[in-house]
């Protein structure tokens, strides 16, 4: 059986192109140097472009035979000789400066097939399609659906009555989306499931009685959510996404709860109703966060952590419950210490 390859390098390009495209001087090499492929640091050979960010890759690094690689000031006397260097500020967000050009259907999958509803999907005549939105077989489409220009709606995804989805989105493969608002540039992978009912029951000795979820899902500008990823409406208020967030699989988002803007989240982490995410947070994965604690803007939090009361601005915090990593560090050093002392016995 043949190997496809599914994203497939264009034309050679300069060395030169290469640095424009990723900001970067060329410390050593020509800048005519023809560039026909990238791969990683051990694999590299006659005309690949590699990059190199991580000491732990030294040894692949001193022992590539890639025709050029992106590297920081200080780590460019490590290239080995007869590659060329490229020197920037940022080796990974240059090498990703790169990729978007020579592979840019790899960002937002875009089949190049031309723009076709399929008689195969159903679109309820009550919903609004603005020009070139693509939909898939299987796609079912909803009275009152409004769906902005250049969207694509992937096979068998879901979208719900009066859901409003945004300009040059991909809405994956089997999503389903209601009661939400999506804005422009939302990429959505398969199998998200938002805007379904919100985990709410006032419970009793009588049997634990449903509380009807009437708000909303707000997703805003170039948010991105990996697949699988579940995110409940509002039960008497809206849950945010802030615009340019990045989710990543299987995130569990329950309601009420607020994003803010170009927050990262991790797999497998779960947000417990009516938390907050202040802007710029991240948040490793497998971590918890209980309902109604605000984590604040820029904090970063350990993956495998519980948090169970809000945390300051700024800071970077971990553990069970989760706390400042050095007051973290200590305390696992000292249980460290006691255990040691234990023994065997």
Same mark, same amino acid.
């Given at each position: 059986?043949?190997?496809?390859?599914?994203?497939?390098?264009?034309?050679?390009?300069?060395?030169?192109?290469?640095?424009?495209?990723?900001?970067?001087?060329?410390?050593?090499?020509?800048?005519?140097?023809?560039?026909?492929?990238?791969?990683?640091?051990?694999?590299?050979?006659? @005309?690949?472009?590699?990059?190199?960010?991580?000491?732990?890759?030294?040894?692949?690094?001193?022992?590539?035979?890639?025709?050029?690689?992106?590297?920081?000031?200080?780590?460019?006397?490590?290239?080995?000789?007869?590659?060329?260097?490229?020197?920037?500020?940022?080796?990974?967000?240059?090498?990703?400066?790169?990729?978007?050009?020579?592979?840019?259907?790899?960002?937002?999958?875009?089949?190049?097939?031309?723009?076709?509803?399929?008689?195969?999907?159903?679109?309820?005549?009550?919903?609004?399609?603005?020009?070139?939105?693509?939909?898939?077989?299987?796609?079912?489409?909803?009275?009152?659906?409004?769906?902005?220009?250049?969207?694509?709606?992937?096979?068998?995804?879901?979208?719900?009555?009066?859901?409003?989805?945004?300009?040059?989105?991909?809405?994956?493969?089997?999503?389903?989306?209601?009661?939400?608002?999506?804005?422009?540039?939302?990429?959505?992978?398969?199998?998200?499931?938002?805007?379904?009912?919100?985990?709410?029951?006032?419970?009793?000795?009588?049997?634990?009685?449903?509380?009807?979820?009437?708000?909303?899902?707000?997703?805003?500008?170039?948010?991105?959510?990996?697949?699988?990823?579940?995110?409940?409406?509002?039960?008497?208020?809206?849950?945010?996404?802030?615009?340019?967030?990045?989710?990543?699989?299987?995130?569990?988002?329950?309601?009420?709860?607020?994003?803010?803007?170009?927050?990262?989240?991790?797999?497998?982490?779960?947000?417990?109703?009516?938390?907050?995410?202040?802007?710029?947070?991240?948040? @490793?994965?497998?971590?918890?966060?209980?309902?109604?604690?605000?984590?604040?803007?820029?904090?970063?939090?350990?993956?495998?952590?519980?948090?169970?009361?809000?945390?300051?601005?700024?800071?970077?915090?971990?553990?069970?419950?989760?706390?400042?990593?050095?007051?973290?560090?200590?305390?696992?050093?000292?249980?460290?210490?006691?255990?040691?002392?234990? @023994?065997?016995?």
């Amino acid at each position: 059986m043949s190997e496809p390859k599914f994203f497939t390098m264009p034309a050679s390009v300069s060395l030169q192109d290469i640095a424009s495209w990723a900001e970067a001087e060329i410390e050593r090499g020509d800048g005519s140097l023809e560039i026909t492929g990238v791969a990683p640091l051990e694999d590299a050979g006659q @005309g690949a472009l590699v990059f190199f960010d991580n000491t732990a890759y030294l040894k692949q690094l001193q022992a590539t035979t890639a025709a050029a690689c992106l590297v920081t000031k200080r780590h460019k006397d490590k290239v080995p000789d007869g590659v060329a260097v490229l020197v920037c500020a940022d080796a990974y967000r240059s090498w990703a400066k790169v990729l978007a050009r020579l592979f840019p259907e790899a960002m937002v999958p875009k089949d190049p097939a031309p723009v076709a509803i399929s008689e195969r999907a159903s679109v309820d005549p009550g919903a609004s399609l603005e020009e070139n939105v693509t939909v898939e077989p299987g796609v079912v489409i909803s009275a009152g659906a409004e769906i902005g220009a250049g969207t694509v709606i992937r096979a068998n995804a879901v979208i719900g009555r009066g859901v409003k989805i945004g300009r040059d989105c991909v809405i994956g493969a089997n999503c389903t989306v209601q009661h939400s608002v999506l804005g422009n540039r939302v990429y959505l992978h398969p199998g998200v499931c938002c805007g379904q009912d919100g985990f709410g029951y006032a419970m009793g000795p009588q049997g634990h009685l449903k509380v009807p979820q009437v708000g909303r899902v707000i997703i805003q500008d170039d948010v991105e959510i990996g697949a699988c990823t579940t995110i409940d409406r509002g039960a008497n208020r809206d849950t945010v996404i802030g615009e340019g967030t990045k989710i990543d699989n299987q995130v569990q988002i329950g309601h009420n709860v607020v994003v803010g803007r170009h927050c990262v989240i991790v797999s497998q982490v779960g947000l417990s109703g009516s938390c907050t995410l202040e802007d710029f947070v991240a948040i @490793g994965g497998q971590t918890g966060v209980r309902g109604h604690v605000t984590i604040g803007m820029g904090a970063q939090v350990a993956a495998v952590s519980v948090v169970s009361e809000d945390l300051p601005a700024g800071g970077r915090y971990g553990g069970t419950p989760a706390k400042p990593v050095k007051q973290w560090f200590r305390e696992v050093a000292a249980v460290r210490k006691l255990a040691e002392r234990g @023994g065997g016995s």
